[in-house]
């Protein structure tokens, strides 16, 4: 039995690449391999800062993969209304594309998909192809339970859904 293999997806934003890169190096160093799947975009941007080395650092145990956002190279990424309904529609069948390539030419398929919270709409693609999904959630505990409570002050009519 070779390395357990974890798909690894930050939301493409600001505050969220860095804490799921951190936890990808932390499963590297306790033998998992990674694939740490960025946005075509935000790849380019990650890429640009790293150190020549790090692959051989890592003894390629960390693996970058991207998938395409939905948005022209010079659209604004900045609007985030409009980046999250294009993104939600963009990205799901090109993960999953790029889980089956991955399970098709590897020994060690995908064993689990760590996916950002706020990305938590990929979780479904590795649920439908039978692997284990974790969230991982990069903000403070206070913001994913104001997150969590939106619906409920939306009904309460505490505030609308703009």
């Known amino acids: 039995m070779g390395r357990p293999h974890a798909l690894v997806i930050p939301f493409p934003a600001q505050g969220h690449v860095r804490p799921l890169m951190e936890l990808s190096h932390r499963l590297a160093d306790r033998g998992f391999t990674v694939t740490f799947v960025n946005t075509e975009h935000v790849h380019e941007r990650v890429t640009a800062a790293l150190p020549e080395n790090f692959s051989s650092d890592y003894g390629g145990r960390i693996r970058f993969a991207t998938i395409p956002d939905g948005m022209d190279p010079g659209e604004d990424r900045c609007d985030f209304l409009k980046f999250t309904q294009v993104i939600h529609r963009a990205t799901v069948r090109p993960l999953e594309e790029l889980i089956l390539k991955i399970n098709a030419e590897e020994e060690e398929g995908i064993a689990c998909v760590i996916a950002d919270g706020m990305a938590g709409w990929l979780l479904p693609v590795a649920k439908k192809l039978g692997i284990r999904t974790a969230a991982f959630w990069p903000a403070s505990a206070w913001f994913l339970a104001i ?16």
């Open 147 to 162: 997150v969590l409570e939106i619906p409920s002050l939306i009904e309460k009519g505490v505030i609308d859904q703009r």
